[in-house]
């Protein structure tokens, strides 16, 4: 059964600071991960798209790696903002079914 | 122009009746999805529209749930005598294809009473 698993369940950190955000994916064959920010009462806005052959990829403060090899992800938020409290969502999808499966996502919250 | 759009964006309904949630997507986006998001749960695929048409229902989960889409544009959700385990968040999304990236409608809140 493809599963997406997101780690820590909620985090709160102080205004300014870094914080790591984790996925693991059981989805197979894989196609893609995505990093989704929901801001509460809206729906999900996608920050990064990743590939199999992409490590990396940076959307401002926002960076994503991809380790396809071990099925794990992570979201790193450079320098926290109040703005950035928010959940955020993993989510994959397997190769001849774009279906996607959406982790349960973490809660984020900034605080100043 | 506009992003994703839903209407109502809350719904209180007593336990029984019938609900009708609409969803407008973006212009030129032939792909439509919906969604539920439960309380502190990750969102579940409900159906996937190509144009009118819907291939894939596999996540509707009983036959209450229904929905259409008209001029490869709006669609309706359509709970039928809801139940209090349908509360939740209906979030519609749409997209060029199936395999391009979806946009998010604000969702609709549903309570049943």
């Known amino acids: 059964k493809n599963q997406v698993e997101q780690s820590p369940q909620s985090l709160i950190i102080l205004e300014g600071k870094n914080c790591t955000l984790q996925c693991n994916y059981t989805v197979s064959p894989f196609s893609n991960l995505r990093w989704y920010k929901q801001d509460t009462g809206r729906g999900p806005v996608s920050l990064t798209i990743m590939t199999f052959s992409e490590n990396t990829k940076s959307n401002g403060r926002y960076t994503a790696t991809l380790d396809a090899d071990t099925k794990q992800s992570s979201l790193h938020i450079t320098a926290s903002q109040l703005s950035d409290s928010a959940s955020y969502i993993c989510v994959v999808s397997a190769v001849g079914n774009e279906k996607l499966t959406f982790g349960t996502g973490t809660r984020l919250t900034i605080i100043p | 122009g506009a992003g994703v759009s839903q209407s109502p964006s809350n719904k209180v309904t007593e336990k029984g009746k019938d609900v009708e949630l609409r969803c407008d997507p973006i212009?030129?986006?032939?792909?439509l999805y919906w969604y539920r998001q439960r309380l502190g749960q990750g969102l579940e695929f409900l159906i996937y529209?190509?144009?009118?048409?819907?291939?894939?229902k596999s996540g509707l989960p009983s036959d209450r749930f229904s929905a259409e889409r008209t001029g490869e544009s709006v669609s309706t959700l359509t709970i039928q005598r809801t139940q209090q385990e349908d509360s939740a968040v209906y979030l519609c999304?749409?997209?060029?294809?199936?395999?391009?990236?979806?946009?998010f409608g604000p969702g609709t809140r549903l309570t049943v009473t």
């Open positions: 212009s030129g986006h032939t792909a």
């Open positions: 999304a749409s997209s060029f294809g199936r395999a391009h990236e979806q946009y």
């Open positions: 529209f190509q144009g009118n048409s819907a291939p894939d």
